[in-house]
């Protein structure tokens, strides 16, 4: 039971708009604590795709953006193309558990 | 550029420590600004933040892993370490290092296979 919840999955089409949900608490996200989110293709390490909330590393596409409100975080992906199925993970720290970092449990992306 | 690599034994027998390293090259462990993390993935499942640490020394760790894990580092050799005490099947995991800079794990290691059997 991951103290972020995602869903296990979602999916588009080509050129869609999906959106991807992390829920936390009070003690997370509620906190004001920053929210990353990572993109990593089965096989390989995760990529950074946005930090602080809303922050985009350079080399990664606006296709990607951010937001945060209350207890949740979104990732938003645009113009969906093939070579963003992946799975998805967010990452907050936790007050209650001394600022250890938390993940979700991640979220499969699949592009019809 | 910052580049990080896992070295690991591969295998560990239960109830053993598992010791892995992750060597720094492409800029200074010695930065006042990054922490230094390892996080691990189990076959299949998802990502768990270990713990990570400062150049100094200070620490921080996962309450869930506290009472088995050491994080180290080694300034001179640019590396730092996880021990992780006691292990079991449920240790089985790609262990990952990685930078943490403003608080994100940034540049990730390319990740080290270990499996807990006898």
């Known amino acids: 039971q991951s103290v972020l919840t995602q869903p296990p999955s979602v999916s588009g089409a080509p050129g869609q708009r999906v959106t991807i949900s992390c829920t936390g608490s009070?003690?997370?996200?509620?906190?004001?604590?920053?929210v990353q989110w990572y993109q990593q293709i089965p096989g390989t390490a995760p990529k950074l795709l946005i930090y602080?909330?809303?922050n985009r590393p350079s080399g990664v596409p606006d296709r990607f953006s951010g937001s945060k409100s209350g207890t949740s975080a979104s990732l938003a992906i645009t113009g969906l193309q093939a070579e963003d199925e992946a799975d998805y993970f967010c990452l907050s720290y936790d007050n209650s558990l001394s600022g250890s970092g938390v993940f979700g449990g991640g979220t499969k992306l699949t592009v019809l | 550029q910052l580049q990080l690599q896992e070295s690991g034994p591969g295998l560990v027998k239960p109830s053993e420590t598992l010791s892995v390293t992750c060597s720094v090259s492409g800029g200074p462990i010695s930065s006042r600004i990054d922490y230094w993390a390892w996080i691990r993935q189990p076959p299949g499942r998802g990502l768990e933040w270990i713990g990570s640490?400062?150049?100094?020394?200070?620490?921080h760790y996962n309450p869930s892993l506290k009472s088995r894990v050491t994080v180290s580092v080694d300034t001179a050799k640019s590396q730092f370490s996880l021990k992780l005490s006691s292990v079991t099947a449920a240790d089985t995991a790609v262990y990952y290092c990685?930078?943490?800079?403003?608080?994100?794990?940034?540049?990730w290691g390319q990740g080290a296979m270990v499996t807990v059997s006898s």
């Open positions: 602080a909330d809303d």
């Open positions: 990685a930078r943490e800079a403003t608080g994100a794990p940034s540049i």
């Open positions: 640490i400062y150049y100094t020394g200070r620490t």
């Open positions: 009070n003690s997370n996200i509620g906190a004001g604590r920053d």
